[in-house]
């Protein structure tokens, strides 16, 4: 499968050298699944239903509330072959395309990410399909009940999409580290993440000065980027270590310790017993549950009435730190 397609624009935009992994993790299997689920239930199919958890057939089931709510009564295209889309010798399938109000939908799983370059791609395909001068793309972030939508014009859509392209087929293109690193193909073998991994060894050695480099905002940034690199490294060597020690490999100043499982009883046994225990108490030692579940039970007991809003509290926000593509100063537009 070709590297420049529309699914990976988002990475491509980032770091020009990006290769898909031809290793799909279970969350990218899971999406697959989800995908394939959606389509099902806005063609008719129901089948689906059985080969889903009960909190995935929720996320799905709020997706499709969503598409058949903005949609209303136009018509609803699922089918791949009534999604798929091609533009500027690339083709994509969106998830669900409503031609009558000019806008298609994409179901997505996990947290938020950034995926305007696949939208606008998709969207210059539609609107040429459609021979419309607008379209807008609804992405469903499915597990957080979330939707963003991104409107694009033709030739706004095409300028996004022509950049990423450019970057990719230009001769003196670079590898810059980022965020989809532990998704890419050349991940042992990208210099980038090579020199930037020395980087990180060499800082911790005999001439390390922490003062120097904290004081430094230039090198407090190359230092946090080395360390990034350095523990995703460190987490798969810790892996593989653990497999050799297993299969009764040495590794010199290492041992494999295995450590006592928790003891825990099931939430049936609970459950058998919660009456006389006390609901009350029992609750309070399970502790608060996450506003996505209690919006998922209630909509799978109670939908029939409206979710209690006031009933979600706020933890306190959270502060922390993400890495952002630093320009060469000497690289061109």
Sequence with gaps: MSTLRPSNLPKLAVCPCYESSPVAGAAAERGTLLDAAFRAELTGESLWRDKLPAEDAAAV???????RSIAGRHRILAREDDCRTRMLGLEGTADAVVPGRLLHFDLKTGLRRNYREQMAAYSLGLMEAHFAETWTAHLLYCDLREIESLPFTREGARAVVEAVIAAFESPGKEPVP????SWCAKADTCEARRRLLAEGLESGGSGFDFERVVSDPAELGRFLAACAVVEEFHERAKAIAVERLKSGGELPGWKLVTRKGAEFVDAVTVGHHIQAMGFGPVLAAYG????????QLWDERLNSKPFPEEAVKHSPSVSYLKQTRTKNPDQKS
Excluded at 61 to 67: E, K, P, T
Excluded at 178 to 181: D, L, N
């Design 61 to 67: 089931s709020w997706a499709v509330s969503v598409v």
């Design 178 to 181: 980022c965020e989809y690193c």
């Design 288 to 295: 608060n549950l996450s506003a996505r579940k209690f919006r």
